[in-house]
């Protein structure tokens, strides 16, 4: 089955403790984003990569980190996370040239 | 940037009552998409409808570019509609998709 596969589904924290949220699709795409979402504000972009170890910044890049090693996986880092990354996190693939964009199942991030 | 604008914000129907979702944006376009989010929190691709109309069962999209709006029609409306609807649009680059605050719809029976 084609999907985007995120972990974990859920995950509480503590301030300043690195954490890392997976991401990986087996569709060959070679887009990928990662997106955050808030209440009242809708998703918002925080990296994407167009392929392999091309990486540029969204909207919302500050206190997050990517790399893009192989082409099915797109790691999220928080290196030292604070409460206001308290988020909904969203990872999504698209093939190069392709509209359709296809999301994971999402991570629910909570820093205490 | 583009500023996307979705109306109204909160919608509640009874089953089998027909709504008007709508997406306002502020310039061209060369990628339009509407997304459902359920209730569970995943988005599922509705319609890529950067112009025209298109349908899928009781669900319906047109998109007029050159007044920077798109609709949403749905039909017949069933619980299972409840959710976030999200409107994105993508004005030229290919590599982001701008989301607007969404429509969230609760369906009673």
């Known amino acids: 089955e084609a999907q985007v596969t995120q972990n974990p589904r859920y995950l509480i924290t503590v301030t300043g403790k690195k954490l890392t949220v997976t991401c990986s699709q087996n569709m060959n795409h070679e887009y990928m984003s990662w997106y955050r979402q808030d209440p009242g504000l809708g998703l918002r972009q925080i990296y994407y990569s167009m392929n392999v170890e091309v990486t540029d910044k969204g909207d919302v890049p500050e206190g997050y980190k990517v790399s893009r090693k192989e082409k099915r996986n797109f790691p999220l880092i928080l290196e030292s996370p604070s409460p206001n990354q308290t988020s909904l996190y969203f990872c999504a693939s698209k093939r190069t040239g392709g509209p359709k964009l296809f999301f994971g199942s999402g991570t629910q991030l909570s820093v205490l | 940037g583009i500023q996307v604008e979705q109306s109204p914000p909160d919608l509640i129907l009874q089953e089998g009552a027909n709504s008007t979702l709508r997406c306002n944006f502020s310039d061209s376009v060369n990628n339009l998409q509407w997304f459902h989010q359920n209730p569970w929190g995943q988005l599922i691709n509705l319609f890529y409808?950067?112009?025209g109309t298109k349908q899928n069962g009781r669900l319906s999209a047109t998109t007029v570019a050159t007044e920077r709006y798109s609709l949403l029609y749905i039909s017949s409306s069933q619980t299972t509609d409840s959710g976030v609807y999200f409107c994105a649009v993508d004005p030229n680059s290919g590599y982001a998709l701008n989301f607007g605050k969404g429509t969230s719809l609760l369906v009673t029976p």
């Open positions: 409808i950067p112009s």
